[in-house]
C-alpha cells in the first residue's frame, strides 16, 4: 500500500496509539506531521519508527489545545508541502480521576477539557482544508468504553469523552453531508494497546490486548478505501477479519 507523495498529520502522534499510526504512515511512504508541546517526545517516537523512515517524518513544537499553535502548524504544513492530504486524531489518553460521584466539579471541567478540547480545535482547523483537498480523509481514533455496559469506576471521564467523540463524529458527518472530496472515519477499538511490538504477543491468548502496530497497519487501507464509516474492532479476531477486507 503505498502512500507515496501524501502529506498526512497525526495529531496525537506521539501518543501509545498514535506512534504506531506513525510509524505506519512513515513505512508506507507518506510525509508524517507530528505535533508536540515537549521537543523529548519527537525523541521517544523516533525509538518506534524504523530509522530508514525518519526522512518521512517532520515534527513542530505546539499545543494543539491552542488555536494560535494550530494555526502555525497548519501554515507550516502548507508552507513546506503545500497539501495535506489525511488527518488522524487520535488524542486523550488513559486517566483515572475516580468515580464519578466522588469528583468535583473542577476536576470534571478540566479533565473534559484536556481529553476533548484538542479535538475540537484540529477539527476547527484542518477540516475545511480536508474539505476542499480531492480524495483526502480525517480519521476520528476513539475508545469503545462509550458502549461497555461496566468500565472502571476510577476512569469514570473516559466513557463520557469516547460518547462525546462518536457525537462530534456525527456532527463532522452532519457539517460535511454531501461533501465529496473528504471521507469521514471513525476507528473505535476496544481493547489494550501497548507501545510495542504486536509481534510480542500470542494471538491465540491476546485478544483483547495488542502492540501500537497492529493498529497502525489499519490506517492506510483506511485511507485509500476513501469511505466514510465507522469501524469498530472489538476483538483481535474481530480485526483481523476486518483487515482481510
Known amino acids: 500500500m503505498s502512500l507515496k507523495n501524501l502529506v498526512t498529520f497525526v ?27 515537549n521537543e523529548s517526545r519527537f ?73 476533548t ?12 482544508l480536508l474539505s476542499e483537498t480531492p480524495n483526502s480523509s480525517y480519521i476520528f481514533i476513539t475508545g469503545g468504553s462509550g458502549e461497555a455496559k461496566f468500565f472502571d469506576p476510577k476512569a ?5 469523552k469516547a460518547s462525546a467523540m462518536y457525537g462530534m463524529y456525527v456532527s463532522a458527518c452532519s457539517e460535511y453531508k454531501g461533501n465529496k472530496n473528504m471521507a469521514l472515519n471513525e476507528l473505535r477499538l476496544f481493547f489494550w494497546i501497548r507501545r510495542k511490538s504486536d509481534s510480542s504477543f500470542d494471538p491465540k491468548k491476546a485478544q483483547f490486548e495488542v502492540g501500537h502496530d497492529y493498529v497502525g497497519k489499519f490506517i ?4 485509500l478505501r476513501h469511505k466514510s464509516e465507522v469501524l469498530k474492532i472489538q476483538t483481535r ?9
Not at 505506519?24 to 508536540?36: F, H, P, T
Not at 469514570?156 to 463520557?160: K, N
Open 237 to 245: 479476531s474481530v480485526g483481523d477479519e476486518l483487515y482481510k477486507k
Open 220 to 223: 492506510p487501507k483506511i485511507i
Open 43 to 115: 525523541e521517544e517516537l523516533k525509538k518506534s519508527v524504523p530509522e530508514q523512515f525518519h526522512s518521512n517524518l517532520a515534527f513542530q513544537i505546539a499545543d494543539l489545545a491552542n488555536e494560535t499553535d494550530c494555526l502555525r502548524l497548519k501554515d507550516k504544513i502548507l508552507g513546506t508541502d503545500g497539501q495535506l492530504n489525511h488527518l488522524v486524531a487520535s488524542m486523550g489518553g488513559w486517566r483515572t480521576d475516580g468515580p464519578l460521584s466522588t469528583l468535583s466539579v473542577d476536576n470534571y471541567l478540566n479533565g473534559m477539557k484536556e481529553l
Open 156 to 160: 469514570s471521564l473516559l466513557p463520557i
Open 117 to 128: 478540547l484538542p479535538h475540537i480545535v484540529v477539527y476547527k482547523t484542518f477540516s475545511k
Open 11 to 37: 495529531a496525537g502522534g506521539c501518543g501509545i496509539v498514535g506512534s504506531g499510526i506513525v510509524g505506519s504512515l512513515a513505512q508506507n511512504g507518506a510525509k508524517v506531521w507530528v505535533a508536540a508541546r
